[in-house]
Structures are given as C-alpha cells and as structure tokens.
C-alpha cells in the first residue's frame, strides 16, 4: 500500500542512507567518547573516527584534512566564511561581492554585514541564471576582500563557472568563497583547480544527517585568515568551538564516501529520469524552463506554468508528489531567485520544483508527469468556464 507521495523534494533534503545510519550509530552508544579526550580509548576511539571522516571529506574536495572545520551545516559555514572573512580583513578592505540568486543563507549574513559598516554588491544574473563574467570582473575594487557565488543554484539548479569565478579572484587577489551544499557529488568540485579558498558542505542534501556540515579553510597560497564566530574549548583549530559532533561527522564521512563511489553511474541515472520527465512535461503547453538547461544538477528542473494559480497547483499535486514552488526556506514569498531571471510574481507562485534523487524510479517519473499534466489542464479549464 502507498499512502505517501512520491518524494522529489531532494533539494531541500534526503533521507539517511541505511549504511550511513549503520556506521552513524555505534558513535552514540558504545564509543561515546569525546575526540577531545587525549588521555583515554574512548577519546581515541572518538578522534580516529573523525580523523576518517575529514580524511574522507577533505579527499572529495581535493583539500587537506587540516583544512576542513566542522559546523552545524551550509547555513553556518557560510556566516562563518562571510563574517569570518569581514571580521579578520576589515583593515585590509570592507566590500564583499555575490550575486542575486544566492541562498538566503548567504543573502542575510551579507545584508547583516551591510549593517555593520560593510559594502555589499549583488550581481545581477543573465535569463539562464548564469553570472556574467564581465560584470564581476568590472566590480572587483581595491578594496573587495571576498567574492561569494554558489556553485550550483538549489531552486533552479543551474551551475555556475567557478573555475573561471576562482580563475579571475585569483588574478585579482580576491577570496573566493563557493556555497556548494547542493553541487557535492552531483558536480566537479575541486578546490585547488577552481581556486576556491573556502567552501561550504552540508550532509543532508547527499543522504547524510542533518546538523552537520564543514567549511574548508584554504592554508597555503594564499593562508586564508579566519576570525572565529563561537569561542569556547578551542576545538577545530581555533576556528570553530564546540565538542565535535561525533555520530553525525562520521554519518557525513560515510556518506560522502558513497555518494563519490556512485557518483558517475548515479548522475546518469539522474540526467535520464530528469530528460524522460522533461520531455513529458514540455508537452503542458505555455511552459518555462527555468535556468539553462545544459549548466545544470542532474537531478533538477524548476518549471513555471503561465496561467495558473500556484496555490490550486500545490494543492492539486500534494497528494501525488512532494515538491516544492521555489525554494522550500521561504514558501509564501515569491522566490528571489526566479524573480532574478524575470519571472512575475503569479509565474514564480505557479513554478515547481523537482528534485530527483536515489530511490526515484522510471515508474515515479511517469506518474508525476501525468499528475502534472492532467492537474494544470483541468486548473486552466476551470479558469476558462
Ligand atoms: C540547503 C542549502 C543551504 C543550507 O544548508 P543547511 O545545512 O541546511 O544549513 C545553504 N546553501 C544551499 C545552496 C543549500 O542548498
């Protein structure tokens, strides 16, 4: 029997994998220790698994394990790198630059940091959703510090040029700090060939825990500087206290290990349900692809419906399918993010967005393309009589 609907919410986030919960769960019963405890087994026991886990994470990013600092999540590892950045270069210079279609977790501590003195630029960005060179280029000044920009947009997926981003901020002699909560696994990310001087990681978006997440802290050519954001027991070099959270790092060890084993047979999957859903869903008429549809996740689409009522369109899809209209952080308001492409208040409301992921089946994505179908056909009827 199926009661619930289809999940294709994977932007917002996944369901722990079994092996990771596996590996997760002997961390909060038996080796309880804290990593911090030098003087006993139970802290070792602790402190060897935390060292595979950053070994692991560090691996995937091509960084060095010294360079990863654990946090509760993206959200955090961006404010750490935004505020951390601001505090520790404020002599050196006060702008930062980013874009229009950030995460607001990358928006707020921007405009937070506005208000204490900071100089913010927000980069518009072309239909397709992608940065135009040229224009951050021409907005680097003197006194810039830091260039923030996604890697891979978490409402309309689409991927931005990092190696160039990181190529120009590198010549410039500019950080360069990526949001890649949603590119992990699904996208090339290699911070030393895309010059990327910190970058956020999150577990729950690659079938990991939630509440955890890492920030890499780039240390040689150039050593980045960091002013630290909690202050305590000194944990995480200096940079980030608080007891490690044992259980969870060690979910986003093994979870990232899995997602990088599967990675390339796994986003061919995913690029294939997304075109076989593509192709049933451009049939609709009066529908927009949102973002370019070549720089994209594979697991993504994000599809405005002229003439519809996007409330009437949620409501008639929830029982058949679990997706969000933008972004799922700020339902209500219209998405920031498709408003920066030109879509209108009444086309972001009546936009969907499908996120694909690792138990999605052909059988899932045929089902949902006919519940769309048939849903958006009987709304406009009904707008018509
Ligand atoms: C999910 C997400 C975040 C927030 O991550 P949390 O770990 O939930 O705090 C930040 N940025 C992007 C692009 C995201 O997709």
């Not at 360079?67 to 961006?78: K, V």
């Not at 409402?155 to 360069?176: S, T, Y």
């Not at 419906?305 to 209209?325: E, K, N, P, Y």
Request: charged share 20%; aromatic share 6%.
């Amino acid at each position: 029997m199926k009661d619930r609907p289809i999940y294709l919410d994977n932007h917002a986030t996944t369901p722990v994998d079994p092996l990771v919960l596996e590996a997760m769960l002997p961390y909060f019963t038996e080796n309880f220790g804290n990593a911090g405890s030098a003087g006993h087994s139970y802290g070792w026991e602790a402190a060897a698994a935390v060292k595979q886990a950053r070994e692991a994470i560090a691996q995937s990013i091509n960084a060095a394990p010294e360079e990863i600092i654990f946090t509760s999540g993206a959200t955090e590892s961006n404010n750490l790198a935004l505020k951390g950045i601001a505090e520790a270069y404020f002599s050196q210079g006060r702008h930062i630059i980013t874009v229009q279609t950030e995460h607001r977790a990358v928006l707020d501590p921007c405009a937070y940091l506005e208000t204490l003195g900071f100089e913010v630029t927000y980069l518009p960005v072309q239909p397709d959703g992608l940065l135009e060179l040229d224009f951050l280029e021409k907005a680097i000044r003197p006194d810039t510090v830091l260039v923030s920009v996604m890697a891979a947009n978490n409402e309309i997926g689409v991927l931005q040029p990092i190696d160039k981003i990181g190529a120009i901020c590198h010549e410039k002699n500019v950080l360069f700090h990526c949001d890649a909560a949603q590119a992990i696994a699904k996208a090339p990310i290699d911070v030393q060939a895309q010059n990327i001087d910190l970058l956020s990681l999150t577990a729950h978006k690659i079938y990991g825990p939630k509440g955890i997440g890492a920030l890499y802290v780039r240390r040689k050519n150039p050593r980045v500087n960091l002013a630290a954001q909690l202050h305590g027991g000194g944990q995480e070099r200096e940079k980030r206290s608080g007891t490690l959270y044992v259980p969870q790092i060690v979910g986003f060890g093994k979870a990232v290990e899995i997602a990088l084993a599967n990675q390339p047979e796994e986003n061919e999957r995913l690029k294939h349900l997304r075109d076989r859903l593509w192709n049933k869903l451009q049939n609709i008429p009066n529908c927009t692809l949102n973002g370019d549809f070549s720089q994209r996740l594979p697991h993504n689409l994000n599809i405005s419906f002229a003439d519809i009522d996007g409330a009437s369109l949620l409501l008639g899809l929830r029982h058949t399918v679990a997706l969000s209209s933008g972004s799922a952080c700020s339902s209500g308001k219209p998405s920031h993010v498709l408003q920066a492409i030109g879509r209108t208040t009444a086309e972001c409301q009546a936009s969907l967005r499908f996120g694909i992921g690792r138990t999605s089946t052909i059988a899932d994505i045929d089902q949902v393309a006919i519940a769309v179908q048939k849903t958006v056909t009987s709304l406009r009827q009904m707008s018509a009589d």
